[in-house]
């Protein structure tokens, strides 16, 4: 069974940065095409970047120029490096497939920005 398992997250000022990291366990090739999602407080689970092999990224316009998405093979981690934080990228991050079928969605990592 696929496992993700997801961390780094934490309380932010306005601006300051944090790297999640994601860890892919059991029978799945991390060359798959994989995401990072979000969700912020009574909305919907968002996708804000992508990976595949290539590596191939895509990044969410509201994240453009300051989320970037890498990969580290040798250790099924899947990583999102994120700067100029802002007040609205407060919520709980996943990774997963970004299309289906999803893998089973892990315990996610909070990410809260406030000064």
């Known amino acids: 069974q696929v496992q993700l398992v997801e961390s780094g997250g934490g309380l932010v000022r306005p601006g300051g940065s944090l790297r999640l990291s994601c860890t892919v366990s059991?029978?799945?090739?991390?060359?798959?095409?994989l995401g990072w999602f979000r969700q912020a407080p009574g909305k919907q689970r968002e996708l804000v970047a992508t990976?595949?092999?290539?590596?191939?990224?895509g990044i969410a316009r509201s994240v453009e120029g300051r989320f970037t998405i890498s990969i580290d093979n040798a250790k099924n981690t899947v990583f999102l490096e994120m700067n100029d934080l802002k007040p609205e990228d407060t919520g709980v991050y996943y990774c997963?497939?970004?299309?289906?079928?999803?893998?089973?969605w892990g315990p996610g990592t909070q990410v809260t920005v406030s000064s």
């Open positions: 997963n497939r970004p299309t289906y079928p999803r893998i089973n």
């Open positions: 059991g029978s799945f090739s991390i060359s798959e095409p």
């Open positions: 990976i595949s092999s290539g590596p191939v990224t």
